[in-house]
């Protein structure tokens, strides 16, 4: 069963972000414009960065959070693409970064769309968002019972309530 070790948050109320929208249909009706932003179902990916303030207790780890977003063009027509943001997470550790290396990150993501967007170029917006990222650094540990397990009664219950008996009466 997964035990966490550390973890850590980073909520980013209003983020300025460049969106690079892929996947979208080769002709696509220009204006688009951005009607909503969701996480994707994908799982962030996260990496740790030792160049930005590196602490002997601290991990800052980068979280890459995929996001689909929807698209209107010109003619009306719904599109659905695909983008990410880049979230920095620093997680504070109860040992030494050195013994981190048999764990593994866990994270969950929330992004939502403040206001409207604009769009910069042919598939490019630039948009504010909101940010939520969570990092968990975990590891399995065995789970043991300390005790043993006895049923609370001694002899067998029914699974079922038996059926009622012909001529008992209804019990008034």
Not at 101 to 113: E, G, I, L, S, Y
């Amino acid at each position: 069963m997964p035990k966490i070790l550390a973890s850590g948050r980073e909520w980013v109320r209003c983020m300025e972000a460049t969106l690079q929208v892929r996947c979208l249909p080769e002709r696509v009706a220009q204006p688009l414009s951005i009607c909503q932003i969701c996480v994707s179902s994908c799982p962030p990916r996260c990496w740790e960065d030792d160049t930005w303030r590196p602490e002997p207790r601290a991990v800052i780890l980068m979280v890459e959070v995929p996001l689909d977003v929807i698209l209107r063009d010109a003619e009306g027509c719904m599109h659905r693409g695909q983008s990410e943001v880049l979230v920095r997470v620093r997680v504070p550790l109860p040992f030494p970064r050195d013994q981190c290396w048999r764990n593994q990150w866990v994270t969950q993501a929330a992004v939502r769309m403040l206001g409207c967007a604009t769009q910069a170029c042919e598939r490019t917006f630039c948009v504010r968002l909101e940010a939520h990222v969570e990092a968990f650094m975990v590891r399995s540990e065995p789970v043991v019972c300390r005790r043993e397990c006895k049923p609370q009664c001694q002899f067998p219950l029914p699974l079922f309530p038996p059926p009622p008996q012909i001529g008992a009466g209804c019990g008034c």
